[in-house]
Nanobody, 121 residues
Framework: VQLQASGGGLVQTGGSLRLSCAAS????????MAWFRQAPGKEREFVSY????????RYADSVKGRFTISRDNAKNTVTLQMNSLKPEDTAVYYC???????????????WGQGTQVTVSS
C-alpha cells in the first residue's frame, strides 16, 4: 500500500486546512485509515481514524469538535478537515492504513510521507 499525503501549509490561529491522503496498491475499501501527527521533539500521536465503510470514526480529545475525518472509497482518498487551528496543532501529519481502528503507531502497517502543518500565533 502506498500513501501520499498532501494539503499541509502555514495558517494563522483560527484558520483551516484540509489534508488529503491518496492510497494505492490495495482495495481502498478494505483499509481502515487514520491520521497521526508528530511535533518537534515529541512522539507521534493519534489524531483520528475512520473505519472501512466510514461509519465509525474516533478523534483525539485535543482535536474533537475541530477536526473531521472522511473518506471517499470511489476516489481512494481520506481527508482531514481541520478548523479552528491552534499553534499546538503544528506538526507533521501522517496518514496511516490498515490498523484495525487502533490509536497507537504500532497498530498501523502502512504510512505516508507526512505533510507539514504550521499554525502561527
Amino acid at each position: 500500500v502506498q500513501l501520499q499525503a498532501s494539503g499541509g501549509g502555514l495558517v494563522q490561529t483560527g484558520g483551516s486546512l484540509r489534508l488529503s491522503c491518496a492510497a494505492s496498491g490495495r482495495t481502498f475499501g478494505s483499509l481502515t485509515m487514520a491520521w497521526f501527527r508528530q511535533a518537534p521533539g515529541k512522539e507521534r500521536e493519534f489524531v483520528s481514524y475512520i473505519s472501512r465503510s466510514g461509519v465509525a470514526t474516533r478523534y483525539a480529545d485535543s482535536v474533537k469538535g475541530r477536526f473531521t475525518i472522511s473518506r471517499d472509497n470511489a476516489k481512494n482518498t481520506v481527508t482531514l478537515q481541520m478548523n479552528s487551528l491552534k499553534p499546538e496543532d503544528t506538526a507533521v501529519y501522517y496518514c496511516a492504513a490498515d490498523g484495525l481502528l487502533g490509536t497507537v503507531v504500532a497498530d498501523y502497517d502502512y504510512w505516508g510521507q507526512g505533510t507539514q502543518v504550521t499554525v502561527s500565533s
